[in-house]
């Protein structure tokens, strides 16, 4: 019975409406506010790949102009098509983003938080950190290109994907550098956190870098570092948790130093 009001409430683009409720009370929504404000300005546009069920989507779209949802999971897509209902600065792109226009395999897992498009992820950290988790299901997703989204909504200033294993592949779609990048990193998949470190930094030299640990929204380095400096560092690949790397272009830096990060 609970299920079936839960799927009228959904179907009818309720559920979210009252679920949010509860989450505006919650501290760490205004944690999460409060951190993405230091990235975020109201005229702002935002791209979310991997938006998943749109927790973080409805924090960017409380703080910026338009936020635009990348997300190839059938189940969270309609979660994401009835939350945002009634949102008109949401947009979802119900596709997955790579570094070419083509249609690619979707791992589904038993746990949609850590569906793949790679492979690779389910080898190493699918038999790690994911060991309980299965992946039982295969799916054709749409894919196209971050140059390709950007000339049709414009250059965003925030960029954040987590995408379980296939960040580079999103990456490898952008030629010109966005202001604000955060890409999902974990200790078992050091490697391809290296090679995107890489890939911005030939985008862009005046990237600077800081990165969060786990669910905490905090920086965790007191400055934001140099790519040279930043592998110097070093504390990013010795993390015991998963967590974001942030890549903020030098002039982002300064204003971002201006708000307090």
């Known amino acids: ?131 309980n988790e299965t992946y039982n299901q295969e799916i054709d997703v749409e894919t196209n290109t971050l140059d390709n989204m950007i000339e049709r909504y414009g250059l965003p200033a925030f960029l954040k994907i987590d995408t379980e294993g296939f960040e580079i592949n999103v990456l490898q779609g952008l030629k010109d550098p966005v202001p604000v990048i955060s890409f999902e990193f974990m200790p078992d998949y050091k490697e391809e956190a290296m090679q995107c470190l890489e890939y911005l930094h030939q985008l862009s030299p005046d990237y600077r870098y800081n990165y969060t640990s786990g669910e905490n929204l905090n920086f965790v380095l007191p400055e934001h570092l140099s790519y040279e400096d930043f592998i110097r560092n070093g504390s990013v690949f010795t993390a015991s948790l998963f967590g974001d790397i942030y890549a903020i272009l030098d002039k982002s830096q300064h204003q971002l130093n201006g708000k307090g990060a």
């Not at 779209?61 to 990348?70: E, M, S, T, Y």
Request: charge should be positive; charged fraction near 25%; hydrophobic fraction near 40%.
């Open 1 to 131: 019975m609970k299920q079936r009001i839960k799927d009228l409430l959904i179907w009818g683009g309720m559920f979210y409406q009252f679920k949010d409720l509860t989450f505006y009370q919650n501290p760490v929504w205004k944690q999460q506010l409060n951190f993405y404000r230091q990235l975020i300005d109201p005229h702002d546009l935002v791209f979310d790949v991997g938006g998943n069920i749109g927790q973080r989507a409805k924090i960017f779209a409380d703080i910026g102009r338009k936020v635009v949802v990348f997300e190839p999971q059938p189940y969270c897509i309609r979660q994401l098509r009835s939350r945002f209902r009634y949102i008109p600065k949401i947009k979802l792109e119900p596709i997955a983003l790579n570094n070419t226009v083509s249609t690619e395999k979707m791992y589904l897992s038993s746990s949609h938080t850590i569906s793949t498009l790679s492979r690779h992820f389910i080898e190493t950290a699918g038999k790690t950190v994911f060991k």
